[in-house]
């Protein structure tokens, strides 16, 4: 049997809702930061940042009669409508044909971001504690500190259509034993206080900025709002009797 004593905290920016583009250029501005954006099981890649070259492709299929002109007659978006109108013209055209042509042009544009979970390199930039992760498995940190159990956190940030943006922190410490409130206290609440700060201190700190211009105070000064909730979850796997297994045919 697991015993899973759960935290969650969410902040919740009320603010106009960001676009795609907006969203991009914070997810970039962050990864300066040193804060990077991917999905929850999705590999780090620091080239997938900033303000990048993109490569934009156009494809038309041009009908081309070289008898009547060496320039296109007309142009279609779909290989279908070409094919259509070649079959239509064939009776009065013996050269018609169309051909496709590709047209590709270099942008500059925010890169696409890939996910809402938060993750970091581990080169002891970000926290004054460094080294204290055993591991950044599937995007989650995994705590290694000198308690029972398993410790670990997922961070996100998420844009939202009530509130504008919300940076919310999961956290889940699974133990095989009942803990006394004062050690659920330490654990939820203590050691991981600085982590939580530190990156809240980063998201606003490039939140508060011309470029995005969100008020990042805490109500009833400023228009952040903070949600707070505990939970304690048993996970228990109890195998099917042998009544259950022959109700279901496994005995056969």
Same mark, same amino acid.
């Given at each position: 049997?697991?015993?899973?004593?759960?935290?969650?905290?969410?902040?919740?920016?009320?603010?106009?809702?960001?676009? !795609?583009? /907006? =969203?991009?250029?914070?997810?970039?501005?962050?990864?300066?930061?040193?804060? =990077?954006?991917?999905?929850?099981?999705?590999?780090?890649?620091? !080239?997938?940042?900033?303000?990048?070259?993109?490569?934009?492709?156009?494809?038309?299929?041009?009908?081309?009669?070289?008898?009547?002109?060496?320039?296109?007659?007309?142009?279609?978006?779909?290989?279908?409508?070409?094919?259509?109108?070649?079959?239509?013209?064939?009776?009065?055209?013996?050269?018609?044909?169309?051909?496709?042509?590709?047209?590709?042009?270099?942008?500059?544009?925010?890169?696409?971001?890939?996910?809402?979970?938060?993750?970091?390199?581990?080169?002891? /930039?970000? =926290?004054?504690?460094?080294?204290?992760? &055993?591991?950044?498995?599937?995007?989650?940190?995994?705590?290694?500190?000198?308690?029972?159990?398993?410790?670990?956190?997922?961070?996100?940030?998420? /844009?939202?259509?009530?509130?504008?943006?919300?940076?919310?922190?999961?956290?889940?410490?699974?133990?095989?034993?009942?803990?006394?409130?004062?050690?659920?206290?330490?654990?939820?609440?203590?050691?991981?206080? !600085?982590?939580?700060?530190?990156?809240?201190?980063?998201?606003?700190?490039?939140?508060?900025?011309?470029?995005?211009?969100?008020?990042?105070?805490?109500?009833?000064?400023?228009?952040?709002?903070?949600?707070?909730?505990?939970?304690?979850?048993?996970?228990?796997?109890? !195998?099917?009797?042998? &009544?259950?297994?022959?109700?279901?045919?496994?005995?056969?």
């Amino acid at each position: 049997m697991n015993i899973i004593y759960e935290k969650n905290i969410v902040f919740k920016y009320n603010c106009d809702r960001m676009n !795609e583009k /907006t =969203f991009r250029k914070l997810t970039s501005k962050l990864a300066k930061k040193g804060i =990077f954006l991917v999905s929850y099981s999705g590999t780090l890649n620091e !080239e997938n940042y900033g303000y990048i070259d993109v490569v934009k492709s156009t494809k038309k299929h041009n009908i081309m009669i070289p008898s009547l002109s060496s320039e296109p007659i007309m142009s279609w978006s779909w290989v279908s409508d070409a094919k259509r109108c070649v079959g239509g013209l064939e009776d009065y055209f013996d050269d018609v044909y169309y051909e496709a042509v590709v047209t590709e042009k270099i942008k500059k544009e925010w890169a696409e971001t890939l996910g809402n979970t938060i993750t970091m390199l581990d080169d002891d /930039t970000l =926290f004054n504690t460094p080294n204290k992760y &055993e591991s950044y498995c599937r995007n989650y940190f995994a705590y290694d500190f000198d308690i029972a159990g398993e410790l670990e956190m997922t961070a996100k940030l998420e /844009t939202n259509y009530s509130h504008g943006l919300e940076l919310s922190f999961n956290i889940e410490w699974t133990v095989d034993d009942k803990q006394t409130p004062a050690m659920i206290e330490r654990v939820l609440d203590d050691l991981l206080l !600085e982590d939580i700060t530190s990156i809240k201190k980063i998201v606003d700190k490039v939140l508060k900025t011309k470029d995005f211009g969100v008020d990042v105070k805490l109500s009833p000064v400023g228009g952040v709002d903070m949600n707070c909730w505990s939970n304690t979850k048993i996970d228990v796997k109890q !195998e099917c009797s042998l &009544e259950s297994r022959q109700k279901l045919g496994g005995s056969q």
